[in-house]
Every structure is written in structure tokens, then in C-alpha cells.
């Protein structure tokens, strides 16, 4: 059964990779957020995926991990978000990349369904042997 767990671990690890790159290409205009009721001046915060071997029974397991550069200053005065020198920050998202990653994940979510297609049919042939 490691087969169909490995496989599991990669659908999820795939899925949270699709729901991170969506969140961040949805929030890369981001500048402020509201806290208690107030505007506050703070940008989306970016998030990388991290998968972690997990030993011995195999399989990943996924994790979402802040990226330590996570914004950049435009000069925008005229902005409500805008510092006191007149710069708004930006998330630090990388569109292309973001994008780049899209039908990798695609190709994530084939390969681990096909495990699972293979490990069900080893699963019928056994029983099948058995009856």
C-alpha cells in the first residue's frame, strides 16, 4: 500500500502547489490588508512550497513557508498605501514562474493517478488469483 500512499502525498502535495500559485498571482497587487477594522499599509505576504521526505514509510509531506523577500518598493506617491518617501510595497510574485509552474503540476497530478490506477489493477489481479 506505500504505492497508493506515496501517490496520495503527491495529489495533495500537487493540489497545495496549485492553490499557492493561484493565491499568489490573485494577491500580486496586493499592498494593504485590514486589521481591526483598519487599514494597514502591508503586502501580501508571498508563500513557496516545501515538500519533506517523510522516512520510511515514504511519500511527502507539504508545507507552505513564508519567502524571506517578499516585497518590492514602487515609487507611487499618490497612493493610499504609499510610505512617508512615497513607496508603496509590492508582493515579490514572479508571474512567469508562477505560470511556468502550472503544467508541471498538471503533469504532477497525471503521473500520481496513474499510480493509483496501477496499484488498483495489481489489486484486482491479486484478488483475482486469490478467488
Do not use: C, H
Not at 497587487?29 to 514509510?57: C, F, H, L, W
Not at 493517478?113 to 491479486?126: G, I, P, R, T
Amino acid at each position: 500500500m506505500s504505492a497508493v500512499n506515496n501517490a496520495l502525498s503527491g495529489l495533495n502535495s500537487a493540489s497545495v502547489r496549485l492553490d499557492n500559485s493561484a493565491n499568489n498571482i490573485a494577491n500580486m497587487q496586493s499592498t494593504s490588508r485590514i486589521v481591526n477594522g483598519k487599514r494597514e499599509a502591508s503586502p501580501y505576504m508571498v508563500q513557496d512550497v516545501v515538500d519533506i521526505s517523510i522516512e520510511p514509510t515514504g511519500g511527502v509531506e507539504t508545507r507552505l513557508q513564508a519567502r524571506d523577500s517578499t516585497s518590492i518598493p514602487v515609487y507611487e506617491p499618490d497612493s493610499v498605501d504609499a510610505d512617508a518617501q512615497g513607496y508603496v510595497q509590492y508582493p515579490d510574485v514572479n508571474l512567469d514562474a508562477e505560470l511556468a509552474n502550472l503544467p508541471m503540476l498538471t503533469y504532477g497530478f497525471k503521473a500520481n493517478l496513474k499510480v493509483l490506477e496501477a496499484a488498483d489493477n495489481n489489486s484486482e489481479k491479486l484478488l483475482d488469483i486469490l478467488a
